[in-house]
């Protein structure tokens, strides 16, 4: 539990600070208070009673001393030898001192001290010094009060004591202690109680630690599980397997209760809105209608042919889309983009807006070699299946057209720069969405994949980034087009993957390369005659374009497309 209390954690700013420490500080304080103040308030009563005992001896010693000073004067009048009647007196005087500064004196109404007896060095004075002291004594004197009990002050320090006047001898008899010796010994007592206070309060401290760490030993487990869901920023169940029956216990599972509420509706909420929408609905507590300019990278992916597949799959083809998605969308968010929205067979992600070790366009270009990966292993599944099928039988006619329609191919396109991104809508209803012809080109470039006959399709954007930081894809310039609504060509690339694709069609996409080079600049016939050597299906795209003509008087090497 000692550690426990040292380790304190912190949340934001602010030190948590241990129930457990709490009420354990302040029972010390409570013990230490209580009995530092009961021992004050003991020594200073006991104190009343040690001067109140100490005037009852001093009075039996004056009265001693009264009597042997009668006895004294009655010898002193028949050897009227005064200084051997008084040596005597002092002697008497003294045998009842106790404390270091003990005295007894006699002195007449003057102050003329004739007798002075110290415990200890005698004190060289004449005079009785306190003339207060002194006139207070005559003022009851003059009352006829002639005993009682005296206060004053010589040159070191202040008394206290009882006095009786003696009228043979006509002076005050005054025994009397010194107060600090009271003090001191009230001070050794408090100090003595004090050191025994102390060490029983470390004892008792000590077995109140026992006591606390087993009676707190579950709120600290309960607080750690806390403390695990707020740096995880994740909500999750405290353990109860070994908690006791009790309140606490009881607010625990309250708790777990909640948790579990809100993680279902965490979990709901996250399959319809994005990560980092609802990482910052989990962080901020709210969602706002608000946005702003950011760089980032859409990936817009598309079946093709996808009108057939529904109409020969009808509602089946639901089923086909979810499972497609439930790949596509997996590969999208293991490559840190969000799903930004999912329109019918196509989907539009997002690179940017989540942490990532990589640029955004590489997260981009892995997404989407992956998702054109599972949906060839989709593909590949269903070829198996059906060779299991014609093992025994032929496909029928209605079974041949669903099996095309159920190998799902996909395209491509991925564009990035600034665009709008945010939550846009009514406090009532909102989407969170990007906005930019970025977007735009993204779904284009998607669309030049069927025309090309490539399965990825990327912008300069897109290469500028990814080349910056990886040799992994050699990026093949694939053609300059105009779409439609834009007043400027744009050259498209395609991401070669050199760890994963044939190494033997390199030479082939060289090729392809020079073979551009002769188409841009107007020198067709080399270039149909490199296209046709190079092999690739995109190139007979380009061997239809060109046909047997030359480039036009106007040729600027641009394509213009007239669909989007």
């Not at 962080?283 to 859409?298: D, F, I, P, Y």
């Amino acid at each position: 539990m000692l550690k426990r209390f040292t380790l304190l954690k912190k949340v934001g700013k602010t030190k948590v600070i241990p129930l457990g420490l709490k009420i354990l500080l302040i029972a010390i304080f409570l013990i230490l208070l209580s009995n530092f103040a009961t021992n004050f308030i003991s020594l200073q009563l006991s104190q009343r009673q040690i001067i109140n005992l100490s005037n009852t001896i001093m009075v039996a010693q004056l009265k001693e001393l009264y009597t042997n000073s009668s006895n004294q004067y009655q010898i002193y009048t028949y050897s009227d030898n005064r200084s051997e009647a008084f040596r005597v007196m002092k002697e008497v005087a003294s045998s009842g001192f106790e404390n270091p500064h003990s005295i007894a004196m006699g002195f007449d109404i003057s102050g003329k001290i004739a007798i002075l007896s110290c415990n200890g060095e005698e004190m060289a004075i004449s005079n009785f010094s306190d003339k207060e002291a002194l006139a207070e004594l005559n003022s009851k004197y003059k009352e006829d009060i002639k005993e009682g009990s005296i206060s004053f002050k010589l040159l070191d320090g202040e008394y206290f004591g009882v006095y009786k006047w003696h009228p043979d001898w006509n002076m005050y008899l005054v025994r009397a202690e010194k107060r600090s010796d009271i003090s001191a010994n009230t001070r050794r007592v408090f100090s003595f109680t004090s050191i025994i206070i102390l060490c029983l309060t470390i004892l008792f401290v000590f077995i109140g630690y026992i006591i606390i760490d087993k009676e707190f030993a579950q709120v600290h487990a309960f607080t750690q599980d806390l403390f695990d869901m707020q740096k995880k920023k994740q909500l999750g169940l405290i353990d109860l397997s070994k908690a006791t029956n009790d309140d606490i216990t009881y607010m625990a599972a309250s708790f777990n209760s909640l948790s579990s509420s809100v993680n279902n509706l965490l979990h709901t909420f996250q399959k319809f809105v994005s990560k980092d929408v609802v990482a910052k609905a989990y962080s901020e507590q709210e969602v706002l209608l608000e946005g702003n300019q950011q760089e980032l990278t859409m990936l817009f992916s598309d079946i093709k042919s996808f009108t057939y597949r529904t109409e020969t799959l009808g509602n089946d083809i639901i089923d086909v889309l979810n499972v497609h998605y439930n790949k596509v969308i997996n590969r999208v968010h293991r490559n840190n983009g969000v799903v930004g929205s999912i329109i019918g067979d196509a989907i539009l992600a997002i690179y940017g807006t989540l942490t990532s070790p990589n640029p955004k366009s590489l997260d981009a270009v892995i997404a989407a070699w992956d998702i054109t990966h599972v949906t060839a292993n989709l593909r590949a599944s269903m070829i198996e299946k059906r060779e299991e099928i014609e093992q025994n039988r032929s496909l029928t006619e209605s079974e041949e057209k669903i099996f095309k329609a159920v190998l799902l191919d996909v395209g491509v396109g991925i564009d990035g720069g600034n665009v709008f991104y945010g939550n846009i809508g009514s406090n009532e209803h909102m989407a969170n969405t990007v906005i930019g012809d970025n977007v735009n080109s993204a779904s284009r470039l998607e669309g030049l994949t069927r025309i090309y006959h490539l399965p990825v399709i990327v912008s300069g954007y897109i290469k500028d980034e990814v080349e910056k930081v990886t040799q992994r894809y050699r990026f093949f310039e694939i053609d300059t087009v105009q779409v439609k609504g834009k007043t400027e060509g744009k050259k498209i690339y395609f991401p070669f993957d050199c760890e994963e694709m044939d190494k033997d069609l390199l030479p082939k996409y060289e090729a392809y390369q020079e073979g551009l080079t002769s188409y841009y600049q107007g020198d067709w016939k080399k270039a149909v005659k490199i296209f046709k050597s190079c092999e690739l299906d995109v190139a007979e795209v380009f061997l239809e374009r060109m046909g047997k003509n030359n480039a036009p008087a106007d040729w600027s090497g641009i394509w213009t497309m007239t669909t989007k």
